[in-house]
């Protein structure tokens, strides 16, 4: 990681984000609650907030329409969604 990367994540870390780590050698990212900062050995990042987007079923088509904004002018049938992390 380069020192803007570290910084970035420490501040982030002290703004209430979550962070994630991740260790050498190994190919998963774990949420990390209180990081001890090693990052000779660990890569950290900041963990990446579930995508939401308004979701129905067109009638003709039998297919799902997406729309993606927070605020719908009309909520007639449409469903809010959040990904699943």
């Known amino acids: ?6 910084i970035a994540v420490i501040q982030a870390h002290k ?3 979550r962070i994630e780590a991740i260790h ?7 949420p ?4 001890k900062w090693n990052f000779s050995c660990v890569d950290y ?11 129905r079923w067109n009638k003709e088509t039998g ?3 997406l729309f993606y904004a927070h605020e719908l002018p009309s ?7 959040t990904e699943q992390l």
């Open 45 to 55: 990042r900041i963990a990446r907030e579930p995508r939401k987007c308004w979701v």
């Open 1 to 6: 990681m380069t020192h803007d990367e570290m």
């Open 24 to 30: 050498s050698g190994f190919r998963e990212w774990i």
């Open 15 to 17: 703004d209430g984000k």
């Open 32 to 35: 990390c609650e209180n990081p």
């Open 63 to 65: 297919r799902p329409e």
């Open 75 to 81: 909520t007639q049938g449409w469903q809010l969604v």
